[in-house]
């Protein structure tokens, strides 16, 4: 079986990854620099609609997404809304007002939405299983590799300067994929098996005969059960949203999603210059950023390795009870700096002590990149049955972005209304049961080709159905 086809055709994929990371992160050196900028200024809270439109927009594009996915393929989707996300950044530096950011903003987190659920998907029905845990941290390790640009690019440059070399990685993303043929899984699902045997033997070169078959297999079993009606419509695929092969796996990976979202990461990630401020970093708060970035890229990178060696749901668990310590420290560490009745000589070991958010932060941003994001991204692209995989990932995706929405918009009244420490109380809590969660439902895998996990749902559905009669 030939390997580097594969690897390098999840290379592809993941380039629009690390666009998605760099214009999620651009929305922080955004915050950071409008407040002292001569053209446009903004305050605190004008400033957190930036990330709240670009998430609210993307929240709509990430259902739209996972139809037009399922509908026109996963290529297609990614090389079309990659080019708009392009064009997008070039606005960006044109904005004379806070307006035509805004409508800038909202337009690339509109594109990043219609093509980010495809990456994931596109990874997992284009590898051998055999790599599928390994190549699958891809995507992740990109997120965090284009959120350290922008943090870099914000440190060394004006935030014009950094939306116009923010087009780079969308089109490259674009560029990269005209080289790549669309995924096997896909082109089975749309009847177009020349095309399908074609790209596994991109992908493969030989010994595919039997995966091909397996894919046949269960289409054909998928079809027979439909009754020959069309699967591609956006109708069905919002009926699918009732059926138990959406529901029994979201009660999984659905709510991780939604708590990951919960546990303090988009707070970090877009308002981490101003939590080093509010917590008395040493280092230069943008700085700070680049060096916690930089460190997450790395447990990004070591995750493939992790999670190909590690059962999943170790990895997962781990990593959100560290993550929840971690938060624990930010808040204690702020209570220790704050509160009148520290003495002085605590205070002064404090102060002594002000590399302690950075570290905290550093090891929160880490945990995530290296065994929650990865687990999570793997789980709803092997989690649901072909036909509907995309419009699910997609679904995921909007929820999971509503609930950012209201955790970054809502961070500025936290901190006025009940301060830094109940505020990172809240998410600690919500990082260990992430864990609890995970250690109570994430399945094992690993292994296991897509069809297999489709036909182990399908058992296990109607196992649930006989129990109920």
């Not at 690339?108 to 284009?126: H, K, L, Q, R």
């Not at 990004?300 to 420290?329: D, E, M, N, R, Y």
């Not at 002064?348 to 990149?369: D, G, Q």
């Not at 918009?409 to 919500?430: D, E, M, Q």
Request: one cysteine or more.
């Amino acid at each position: 079986m030939r390997v580097w086809t594969q690897i390098f055709g999840a290379l592809a994929a993941s380039l629009t990854a690390a666009s998605t990371g760099s214009a999620v992160s651009f929305s922080a050196i955004l915050i950071h620099q409008l407040r002292d900028d001569e053209d446009i200024q903004l305050d605190i809270n004008e400033a957190s609609w930036i990330p709240t439109i670009f998430t609210l927009s993307s929240m709509v594009s990430c259902c739209l997404g996972g139809w037009f996915s399922g509908r026109f393929g996963r290529r297609v989707c990614i090389i079309i809304w990659q080019s708009v996300a392009s064009i997008c950044c070039v606005v960006t530096f044109f904005a004379t007002n806070k307006w035509m950011i805004f409508i800038a903003r909202g337009a690339i987190g509109f594109a990043t939405g219609m093509s980010f659920s495809s990456v994931g998907i596109y990874v997992s029905e284009t590898v051998h299983k055999s790599l599928r845990n390994a190549v699958g941290c891809f995507p992740a390790t990109f997120l965090a590799f284009g959120m350290l640009i922008n943090f870099v690019m914000g440190y060394f440059f004006h935030w014009r300067i950094g939306a116009l070399l923010s087009t780079t990685l969308p089109a490259l993303s674009v560029a990269c994929m005209m080289l790549f043929p669309e995924s096997p899984y896909w082109l089975v699902e749309q009847g177009r098996n020349d095309e399908a045997q074609i790209s596994l033997l991109f992908y493969r070169e030989e010994g595919f005969e039997n995966e091909l078959q397996e894919m046949l297999s269960k289409h054909n079993e998928t079809r027979a059960k439909s009754k020959g009606q069309p699967t591609n419509t956006f109708w069905h695929a919002c009926q699918t949203l009732r059926t138990k092969a959406f529901l029994q796996p979201l009660s999984c990976v659905g709510v991780l999603y939604s708590l990951s979202q919960c546990a303090g990461i988009p707070i970090l990630t877009t308002y981490m210059p101003g939590i080093f401020e509010e917590t008395g970093a040493s280092l230069d708060p943008v700085l700070a950023s680049v060096v916690v970035m930089s460190v997450r890229l790395v447990a990004a990178g070591l995750a493939s390795f992790a999670i190909h060696h590690i059962p999943k749901k170790l990895v997962f668990v781990c990593s959100s009870w560290c993550l929840s310590l971690s938060l624990v420290t930010l808040m204690l560490y702020n209570v220790l700096q704050t509160t009148e009745v520290t003495s002085p000589d605590m205070k002064h070991l404090v102060e002594h002590h002000n590399w302690i958010p950075v570290a905290a932060t550093v090891i929160a941003m880490s945990c995530h990149a290296l065994g929650i994001v990865n687990v999570i991204h793997i789980l709803v692209a092997e989690a649901f049955p072909t036909e509907i995989r995309s419009i699910c990932a997609g679904t995921l995706q909007a929820f999971s972005n509503a609930l950012c929405v209201c955790a970054v918009k809502s961070y500025p009244n936290f901190l006025s209304y009940f301060g830094f420490p109940f505020a990172f109380g809240i998410y600690a809590s919500v990082a260990f049961f992430l864990g609890l969660w995970g250690l109570l439902k994430i399945e094992h895998n690993d292994g296991l080709s897509l069809t297999e996990i489709e036909k182990r749902l399908a058992k296990d559905i109607e196992k649930c159905n006989k129990i109920r009669k």
